[in-house]
């Protein structure tokens, strides 16, 4: 049982290390060529519907965590950018990483990383879009971000492959978690037990695993290769994905942090909202 834990550890870790250095430089180098301030204004003047397109390619070239897209928002705040605008950044930003939706397409498959890319991205239009109509503008605080934002270095591609080692130092050790995870469970764990536990028929398990995934606080890189060990043992993909996409898209210091810039209406609405996307993602992947 070791050697088989250990070779799938080491070819599992082997394909995410490579395949995840060659997509982050990539990004970096288009990132090199992203007018920032271009966007801003351009999500700002535009139609809602629009601009929040505009905010999901934002948030799809800025693949920030869920804590290190609240900088950022604040920052869309201060500028008065329109509060359904940010709030689809806030949601698509952490879930719509292009190095781990690459990531997804080899592991589990180019139509999962499509349909999880639509639906995360239309589910966070949506949110953002009920939530200023539902009024909850008015629920945020008068924050000052000191000193501002750091202007951009000068595009390179010595910049580009610092970014890269700067990115896979913080992202690394989750991949190679997840891997080991996943190792463990592909050696281990018997087929039977998860495909009986975690069958389709366990609807309840996609709400259950919307609502943990938060407090657990997964990062992609790590539920990558362990969602894909869990498939292949025979769990449903729609908790797999609830998962996935609650543990990404909210955390506790996340939400520590937008205490800090929200009232407490629009802090219960947001993990609520992350909730609803995770489900309702969740139980669309049933129809996959």
């Known amino acids: 049982m070791f050697v088989k834990v250990l070779e799938s550890f080491l070819l599992l870790a082997a394909e995410l290390v490579v395949l995840f250095l060659v997509v982050s430089f990539l990004i970096n180098v288009l990132q090199g060529f992203i007018p920032y301030d271009r966007f801003n204004r351009y999500m700002d003047g535009s139609h809602v519907l629009v601009s929040s397109f505009a ?5 799809f070239v800025t693949p920030f965590c869920s804590c290190s897209t609240i900088p950022f928002v604040v920052s869309l705040l201060q500028n008065k950018t329109r509060f359904s605008v940010v709030m689809v950044f806030l949601f698509a930003s952490p879930v719509l990483d292009p ?20 639906i995360t991205g239309v589910l966070a239009v949506v949110i953002g879009l009920s939530l200023e109509k539902l009024g909850f503008q008015t629920a945020v605080k008068d924050v000052i971000m000191r000193g501002g934002q750091p202007a951009p270095a000068a595009f390179s591609l010595q910049t580009a492959w610092q970014e890269m080692v700067k990115l896979m130092k913080t992202v690394g050790p989750y991949l190679i978690l997840g891997a080991a995870i996943g190792a463990v469970i592909n050696g281990a764990v018997p087929d039977e037990w998860i495909a009986g536990l975690f069958s389709e028929e366990a609807w309840w398990l996609v709400p259950v695993a919307a609502v943990i995934g938060i407090p657990l606080y997964i990062r992609l890189s790590a539920m990558i290769p362990m969602s894909a060990v869990l498939l292949a043992k025979g769990m449903a993909i729609a908790p797999v994905m609830a998962l996935m996409i609650s543990s990404a898209g909210a955390s506790l210091p996340e939400i520590t942090l937008l205490n800090s810039i929200f009232q407490k209406r629009l802090v219960a609405a947001f993990i609520a909202s992350v909730v609803t996307m995770s489900s309702v993602s969740g139980f669309l992947f049933y129809l996959i």
Not at 55 to 59: C, F, H, K
């Open 99 to 118: 190095t781990i939706i690459t990531l997804m397409a080899v592991l589990l498959g180019v139509k999962v990383a499509v349909a999880y890319t639509v």
């Open 55 to 59: 905010a999901l390619l934002l948030a």
